[in-house]
């Protein structure tokens, strides 16, 4: 598979060619996401619920991100991996860029950060230093206790307005990728129309640029719950690689996610 980059991403969305995400913490399954197709794999903070267990994933820290994205990356060389900056450790742009620091020097090729228009002198900084910037709006786990829930956002249109406005002001800052989670189908993808980054939807319908699963979900093991917007690929397809390249496909096609998995 030829490398993918921030360019090859961006290339991506011109072509009109989905672009397919998975989380992954550890080396072996990091190769295997990346020997069936799968063109980013994310160190997921979720790694606070389906590795360590917790309720939520504001127990995660640098430390913690940084040795499993030292695990992903001794998977494979060529993987385009996207680390999680976890909750509190990007509070202002200098601490925002010492933390994306130890990501990138534990083999990150980006970091990811959630939230909106607070965050832009620390994105500007960021990319300035070299580090290039995935965006992370609607539900945004780390504020999972001022949403008072993991609900869908952005159902409100005053809500859908302000996020529209804060993807584009992401962009604007450096951002070079947005994910978008848990957000009613029509406003992702008026989020992927009016930005030039490509944007990578979970449970935000089929409209965005690319989808991304919690590799757990992806074959129905997640501690707790499978969440409507995923899908077991594992059970329909019997082994794993299969499962992997399932996803990929599903992806690309247009098939994953259908209707049963939107929220409107
Ligand atoms: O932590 C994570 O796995 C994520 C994805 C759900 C986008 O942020
Ligand atoms: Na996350």
Same mark, same amino acid.
């Given at each position: 598979?030829?490398?993918?980059?921030?360019?090859? +991403?961006?290339?991506?969305?011109?072509?009109?060619?989905?672009?397919?995400? *998975?989380?992954?913490?550890?080396?072996?399954?990091?190769? *295997?996401?990346?020997?069936?197709?799968?063109?980013?794999? +994310?160190?997921?903070?979720?790694?606070?619920?389906?590795?360590?267990?917790?309720?939520?994933?504001?127990?995660?820290?640098?430390?913690?991100?940084?040795?499993?994205?030292?695990?992903?990356?001794?998977?494979?060389?060529?993987?385009?991996?996207?680390?999680?900056?976890?909750?509190?450790?990007?509070?202002?742009?200098?601490?925002?860029?010492?933390?994306?620091?130890?990501?990138?020097?534990?083999?990150?090729?980006?970091?990811?950060?959630?939230?909106?228009?607070?965050?832009?002198?620390?994105?500007?900084?960021?990319?300035?230093?070299?580090?290039?910037?995935?965006?992370?709006?609607? +539900?945004?786990?780390?504020?999972?206790?001022?949403?008072?829930?993991?609900?869908?956002?952005?159902?409100?249109?005053?809500?859908?307005?302000?996020?529209?406005?804060?993807?584009?002001?992401?962009?604007?800052?450096?951002?070079?990728?947005?994910?978008?989670?848990?957000?009613?189908?029509?406003?992702?993808?008026?989020?992927s129309e009016a930005l030039s980054i490509p944007v990578i939807g979970i449970g935000a319908g089929k409209d965005t640029d690319g989808q991304i699963l919690v590799m757990h979900d992806l074959v129905g093991?997640?501690?707790?719950y499978i969440p409507k917007f995923s899908k077991n690929f594992l059970a329909e397809t019997g082994n794993m690689p299969a499962a992997v390249e399932k996803f990929c496909t599903d992806v690309k096609s247009?098939?994953?996610?259908?209707?049963?998995?939107?929220?409107?």
């Open positions: 598979m030829a490398k993918v980059t921030v360019s090859t +991403l961006a290339k991506k969305k011109r072509e009109g060619t989905k672009i397919t995400a *998975l989380t992954a913490y550890d080396a072996s399954f990091a190769k *295997l996401f990346y020997d069936n197709g799968v063109d980013i794999v +994310l160190v997921g903070d979720s790694l606070g619920m389906v590795l360590q267990g917790g309720d939520d994933t504001l127990a995660v820290t640098t430390t913690d991100i940084a040795y499993h994205t030292r695990c992903v990356r001794a998977g494979s060389k060529e993987l385009f991996v996207i680390a999680d900056m976890p909750f509190m450790s990007y509070a202002n742009p200098a601490q925002a860029c010492e933390n994306a620091a130890t990501l990138m020097r534990s083999g990150a090729n980006m970091v990811k950060l959630e939230g909106g228009e607070w965050l832009l002198d620390s994105i500007r900084m960021l990319t300035q230093q070299g580090i290039p910037v995935c965006g992370h709006l609607g +539900l945004t786990p780390q504020s999972v206790n001022v949403f008072g829930g993991f609900k869908i956002q952005g159902r409100k249109e005053e809500q859908a307005e302000q996020m529209i406005a804060d993807a584009i002001a992401l962009e604007q800052a450096g951002a070079q990728l947005l994910v978008v989670e848990c957000i009613p189908s029509a406003l992702a993808k008026r989020i093991i997640s501690a707790g247009g098939a994953f996610p259908s209707q049963e998995h939107e929220f409107n």
